[in-house]
């Protein structure tokens, strides 16, 4: 945590293009679920998810139009 950020880097929760939360991302948000929940409540804070997408431009024939529409549900 840096400034009260928890940063996930990488390829870990998602694959390429893909709003599907992958078998490793769903463990390590299982593992930090409950100490984040617990930190939560005892600083009465709320938390702010914001999601993310690789540099790489989508076609616009796939699941999602863009990138911006890709992060969107990949926060949700």
Request: no cysteine.
């Amino acid at each position: 945590m840096v400034d009260g950020n928890i940063g996930i880097s990488g390829g870990v929760l998602f694959e390429s293009a893909s709003a599907s939360l992958s078998a490793e991302g769903a463990a390590l948000l299982d593992n930090i679920a409950g100490p984040l929940a617990e930190y939560l409540r005892a600083e009465d804070q709320a938390a702010m998810i914001s999601g993310f997408t690789d540099e790489r431009p989508l076609s616009g024939h796939g699941a999602y139009r863009d990138n911006w529409e890709l992060s969107a549900e990949r926060a949700l």
